[in-house]
DNA sequence: TCTGGGGTCCTAGGACCC
DNA sequence: TCTGGGGTCCTAGGACCC
C-alpha cells in the first residue's frame, strides 16, 4: 500500500486529501511513522524526528495513528491477497508476499507459454489493485517475479499506484545497477562496509564474489547478500508464523531520574506486555528489560525461567528484579519489557491463571468495598487526552476526528469518509456530549463485516489499555 | 526540540555436558 | 598434568525491517 498510514488518513477525513498529511508520534521525541506524496516533497521521510518534519513543512496535519482503522483496511486487502492463492506472507500491516503459484491460477500458469503466463499475471495484478481501490480507495503497487526479492525490487520500481514485472533471465540486468542499499538486510552499517571496500551498487557486489562478502559481512549475512547480488533468491513464501516475542516499550518525555519511579514504570509496562501475552494465548519463559539512557546508550538484561508462564505477577516481579540491577545514573529516556521463548498455553500456566484470577477476585472485591466504605476517595479526575486525528462522536453534531486540543479546548472537525469536507467546532475539553470513537470503515457497504471479523486484530480492541 | 515501537535474525562468549 | 572437541543453552548486543 502507497504511504498507507497517511493514506489511511485522507480516506478517513476529506479534508486532508491532497494536502501533506504527517503519522507519528506526536510528543517531543516522536519520529515520523508515514508521511503522505504531498509531505514528502517537503523532505519529510519515515523515522524522521518529528520534531524536524514540524521544520519542514510546518502545514502539514500531524496525526497520531488509529490502529484500529489501519487494521481494519489491512484485513480487506490481505483478504484480497487469499483471493489469489492461500499462500500469503504478511510482513506488516500494509504489504505481502503472495505466492500465485500455489493458488488457483497455479496450474494455469504452469501450463501457460511465457507470453500468456505473463499477460494473466499482470491481468490478475491489475484486477487486485482495482480492487483495493474499490474496497478501501487506496492505491497500492504491484510487483510480480519469480522470487520474492525480485517482487519486492519490482513493487519499490511501482511505487506509487503502479505495477512491475520483472521477467525471468532480467534479474541480473535490473539488480546490477542498483545502490546496495536497495537490497533488503543491507542497512546503514553494512552499507558503510561495502562502501570503505568500495562497493557501491549490487554488481560490484556479484563480482566481489562470496568469499569477499563472507569476509566482510560474516558467514550468513554474506553468503546472503551474495546469492541476492546475482539474482538468486529461493526462499519460500510462508503462511503467517506465530509470534516469536511479545514486548512493550515507553519513551518518556523526560528523562527518568529516580529509582522508583522507574520501577514502577517497569511494574506497568510488565503488566500490559502480560494483558498482550494473554490476548494472544500464549506463555513465555524468557522476561527481557530493555533501558535506553540519557545518552541513547541501550542495554537489555535477561532472566529465562523454569517454564513458561503468562503469570502478571511471576513476569512482573523478574522484570523488577532485573530493573534493580541496571545502573541509571544520569537518567533513563526508555524502558520496555518482553518476553520470549512463547509456547502456547500449558496445563500449568491454565492452573496457576485460575488460581490468580481466583484471587484477584477477591483483593478487587475487598478493595472495592473499602472504598465505598471510606467515602469515595477524591479520585483525581482522569483529564481525558485527545489525541490529533482521534475520532470522536458528538451528541449533536456527530462523528468527526480531533484537529487540536490545548488550553482546556479541543477542536473537532466533522466529518466522514464519504461527506464533503467539514466545518470545525471548538468545545471544553470536558464537553459531555464529546466523546472517543471507533473508526468509521472507509467505505459505507463494507465493515459490518470487516470491522468485527473473528478478532484476529487480537489486541486491537475489546482488551484497551484501560483508563 | 535529535533519534518510536514492535518485531526478526545473527554472532559471540561462557557454562555445562558427554 | 598448561592445552580436547562438540553440542546446547543462556545472555548480551547489534543490524535490520516496516
Known sequence: ?????????????????????????????????????????????????????????????????????????????????????????????D????????????PVLAEADHETGERLVLALAED???DIQRLTGLTGSVGAAGSKLMAKIASEQAKPDGLVLIEPGQERAVLGPLPVRALPGIGPATEQVLRRAGLSTVADLAEAGEAELVQLLGRAHGAGIHQMSIGLDERPVVADQDAKSVSVEDTYEVDLADRERVLREVEALAARCVRRLRAAGRSGRTVVLKVRRFDFSTLTRSETL????????????????????????????LLGVGVAQLADYTQEDLFAQALREEAEEHTAAAAEAAAVESEEEPEAAVVRRWLPGQDVRHAEFGPGWVQGSGVGRVTV???????????????????????????????REEGATSAEGAGSGGDGDGSGEGG
Open 1 to 93: 500500500m502507497d504511504a498507507f498510514f497517511a493514506a489511511v488518513e485522507q480516506a478517513a477525513k476529506p479534508s486532508l486529501r491532497g494536502k501533506p498529511v504527517i503519522v507519528g508520534g506526536l510528543g517531543g521525541r516522536g519520529v515520523v511513522s508515514t508521511a503522505s506524496y504531498e509531505a514528502r516533497k517537503f523532505g519529510v521521510h519515515s523515522a524522521l524526528p518529528m520534531a524536524q518534519a514540524r521544520r519542514l513543512c510546518p502545514n502539514a496535519a500531524f496525526l497520531a495513528g488509529r490502529f484500529e482503522a489501519y487494521r481494519q483496511v489491512s484485513d480487506t486487502v490481505m483478504g484480497l491477497l487469499r483471493e489469489l492463492s492461500p499462500l500469503v506472507q504478511p510482513l506488516s500491516l
Open 95 to 106: 504489504e505481502a508476499f503472495v505466492d500465485l503459484e500455489a493458488g488457483p491460477y497455479g
Open 128 to 130: 487486485l489493485r482495482a
Open 306 to 333: 523454569g517454564g513458561p508462564t503468562d503469570d502478571e505477577a511471576v513476569i512482573t516481579a523478574t522484570a523488577r528484579r532485573l530493573a534493580e540491577q541496571v545502573d541509571i545514573t544520569g537518567g533513563v529516556r
Open 413 to 443: 472537525r466533522f466529518e466522514t469518509p464519504w461527506s464533503g469536507p467539514g466545518r470545525v467546532r471548538t468545545f471544553a475539553v470536558d464537553d459531555p456530549a464529546l466523546e472517543p470513537s471507533r473508526p468509521l470503515p472507509l467505505r
